[in-house]
């Protein structure tokens, strides 16, 4: 199913305008993870999709049908909460096999229906079980059956691994995207956690203020984030700033004119900082303060003072060695921001 949202305008009594001609276009079969701070309007977006809410203006449409004023029934969407929101009294069956019973499916086809998708989520032992007597990922899994049974158009996972620790994260995050591989089914996935969306969705969606800042891939983000707000919001650790003006005396390199004249803010990733030596591809030398220095798993971590800004690096291999040196601006991996916060194009720098 091919999901189009057209233009909508959606904004609450008393509010500020939310969405303002929010427009994207969601494959068929593909798995959207929609990300975003608390606030965006992520889980509105959800309930434009589901048909709980309608927009001011603007269409939902699902293949082609115009479907902006249709019911959550008549659009036929699976929904997985946080919260599981599993009926307590019934079975682990019953409640996966629920939704057809609602559709006046005959017994034996619901539970035959039922065992399959409890198959799926490898819940079949649990099936006589009540909720209550489960763990948190089993439950979980129980509602993942219990949307899928009716083979929704569109499949909603509102933070489903919110509750879950870790381990057990990866490990449903991971069967939710087989899942998704094998019914094909569209879904949108909304997340706090960006490992979950940047592991298992095929597109991302962020979302700031009620806008699109950028609809792409794990890799399209965080190579090429279109603004300030995605290169800050993707990538752990996060992106450093550094004002223009800090930086501007320490360019190995001539900048274009342009953005010398529009940059504002430098953005560097930790990885694009680094203590080798200077290569083609170096564009700043930094002047900097070696602060502290630990390990997390694998990854070096690095924290220097330069002027005001204290920058972080997963380049600086560990040393006991001077505390002051200078560490090297890799061109992949630095970006421009102008005032607003747009990305500029770098063009070919000079040597
Ligand atoms: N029923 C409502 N009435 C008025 N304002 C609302 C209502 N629901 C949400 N809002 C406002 O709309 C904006 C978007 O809320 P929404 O719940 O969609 O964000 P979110 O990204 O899902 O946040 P979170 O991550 O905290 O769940 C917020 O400013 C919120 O205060």
Redesign the pocket.
């Known amino acids: 199913m091919e999901v189009n949202l057209k233009h909508l305008n959606l904004t609450?009594?008393?509010?500020q305008p939310?969405f303002q001609n929010l427009t994207c276009t969601l494959a068929d079969g593909e798995l959207v993870a929609l990300v975003?701070?608390?606030?965006?309007?992520?889980?509105?977006?959800?309930?434009v999709l589901a048909g709980i809410l309608t927009p001011d203006a603007g269409q939902v449409v699902f293949d082609g049908t115009d479907v902006t004023r249709a019911t959550l029934q008549r659009r036929n969407i699976g929904m997985v909460f946080q919260d599981y929101a599993l009926y307590p009294h019934l079975s682990v069956l019953d409640n996966i096999a629920f939704p057809l019973k609602m559709a006046h499916v005959k017994k034996r086809l619901r539970y035959q229906r039922a065992r399959q998708l409890a198959e799926l989520v490898a819940i079949t032992p649990q099936l006589a079980k009540y909720p209550a007597q489960l763990s948190g990922g089993q439950q979980q899994r129980v509602a993942l059956a219990r949307a899928l049974i009716k083979q929704p158009a569109v499949l909603l996972l509102d933070?489903p691994l919110s509750n879950l620790d870790a381990n057990l994260r990866v490990a449903l995050r991971t069967m939710i995207r087989r899942i998704q591989r094998q019914t094909h089914v569209t879904t949108v996935f909304?997340t706090?956690d960006q490992n979950d969306a940047l592991q298992i969705a095929d597109r991302i969606i962020v979302?700031n203020h009620?806008k699109i800042q950028q609809m792409a891939t794990t890799t399209e983000l965080y190579q090429r984030p279109q603004n300030q707000f995605v290169a800050q919001f993707i990538g752990q650790p996060r992106i450093n700033l550094i004002p223009m003006t800090a930086v501007r005396p320490y360019f190995a390199v001539q900048l274009a004119p342009t953005l010398l004249a529009n940059a504002v803010t430098v953005g560097i990733r930790p990885e694009a900082l680094e203590s080798a030596t200077t290569t083609a591809t170096t564009l700043a030398q930094l002047p900097v303060r070696l602060v502290a220095q630990w390990s997390v798993g694998k990854e070096q971590l690095t924290t220097v003072q330069f002027a005001q800004t204290t920058l972080i690096s997963t380049a600086v291999p560990a040393t006991t060695q001077p505390l002051t040196t200078t560490l090297a601006v890799r061109a992949n991996g630095c970006y421009f921001f102008d005032a607003e916060g747009n990305r500029l194009e770098m063009g070919v720098p000079h040597a």
């Open positions: 609450y009594p008393g509010q939310l975003g701070p608390s606030g965006s309007g992520k889980t509105t977006l959800l309930n933070e909304v706090h979302l009620g």
